[in-house]
């Protein structure tokens, strides 16, 4: 048992947590520093005067629980005559007025019931409408996914032809099939010979002279080159200078190796462009026409195994209305041996 330090009450000091139950007073742990007690000689220990403070007026400190209590007050009240009511009825329920009330009641609680019946198939009714229009909705948007991944699929799948067309008709790969480009069946073809074609050959609004088709390159040499083809030139020589053609849409001059029809390439567009300065090949110009005579090589992938080509020339004159249209309707084919 401890002593307490003000009031000298003794009282459980581990229970208490050194508090003492008669004055509230904190004493410290037995051992501890000792405290200042002057002010403690004043003190009348005799004095048991002391009480704990009263719980009066926390309610206007604590709204919230005043609130509660009238809430609480006000329910008791409610309850409280709604017994008496029950109370009265009982004991007028043998009368001429207690049947008559319970008759009445009976019908407002026939007449609730019609209400609450009907009211509850209405909303039977709405509740099912909701849930229609619910799944409804559920069912559209899976819909609408598939709608929208097809869309993004196929703008994908265009995408990725129209670059592959684009790399093709830079390389100079085959055009797929022995098609002829720019609808061969409905031109005029005429053909001339090498040595015709060397003496100069009028196409349209231009003049070829056409030199030797030779072997530049073969397969594994150059990086660009694909399996099973070779790359070979053509020297041309155009007079560009007397056209008045102002677009940049001439077409240049193509051959068929005997399978397919290949375009002349861009030699500046491959990776390799180095390799034909370096061996001192001219390529021809495939940009640019109508400003200046061009002369050099024509660039083309063939067959590997080919031992000659078929060279065409679009026949194509300008719009005298219109520099910038010109258009074709004949070519000019000459067949040229190959050299190694």
Do not use: H
Request: hydrophobic share 30%.
């Amino acid at each position: 048992m401890a002593k307490c330090e003000r009031c000298g009450a003794s009282f459980d000091y581990e229970e208490r947590e050194g508090v003492c139950p008669r004055c509230c007073f904190y004493n410290r742990p037995p051992g501890a520093a000792r405290q200042d007690t002057e002010w403690m000689k004043y003190y009348n220990v005799e004095d048991n005067s002391y009480q704990l403070p009263k719980s009066e007026g926390l309610a206007d400190l604590f709204p919230e629980e005043k609130t509660g209590w009238a809430s609480r007050l006000r329910k008791n009240r409610r309850t409280a005559q709604t017994d008496r009511r029950e109370r009265s009825a009982r004991r007028n329920d043998g009368t001429d007025s207690g049947r008559s009330r319970r008759e009445r009641k009976q019908r407002q609680a026939t007449s609730r019931t019609a209400d609450t019946s009907g009211g509850n198939a209405a909303r039977d009714r709405r509740t099912a409408a909701r849930a229609y229009r619910t799944e409804s909705a559920d069912s559209r948007l899976p819909r609408l996914g598939k709608v929208v991944g097809f869309v993004i699929l196929v703008c994908i799948l265009l995408i990725a032809v129209t670059a592959f067309l684009q790399i093709a008709d830079v390389k100079g790969w085959k055009f797929g099939g022995s098609e002829e480009p720019k609808a061969a069946d409905m031109m005029r073809v005429e053909t001339r010979t090498p040595e015709e074609a060397a003496a100069g050959i009028t196409a349209g609004d231009i003049t070829y002279q056409v030199g030797e088709a030779r072997t530049l390159f073969r397969e594994g040499e150059i990086s660009d080159l694909p399996a099973g083809e070779k790359c070979i030139g053509i020297w041309l020589e155009d007079n560009e200078s007397v056209l008045e053609y102002t677009g940049y849409g001439w077409e240049r001059p193509y051959v068929f190796d005997g399978s397919d029809y290949r375009q002349m390439l861009d030699v500046g567009s491959l990776d390799d462009a180095d390799i034909f300065t370096t061996n001192g090949i001219l390529s021809f110009p495939v940009y640019g026409a109508g400003y200046e005579d061009e002369s050099g090589y024509g660039i083309f992938f063939v067959d590997a195994d080919a031992t000659s080509v078929v060279l065409s020339l679009p026949c194509q004159t300008v719009d005298a209305d219109d520099t910038d249209r010109m258009e074709y309707q004949e070519v000019i084919d000459v067949e040229i041996p190959l050299t190694e």
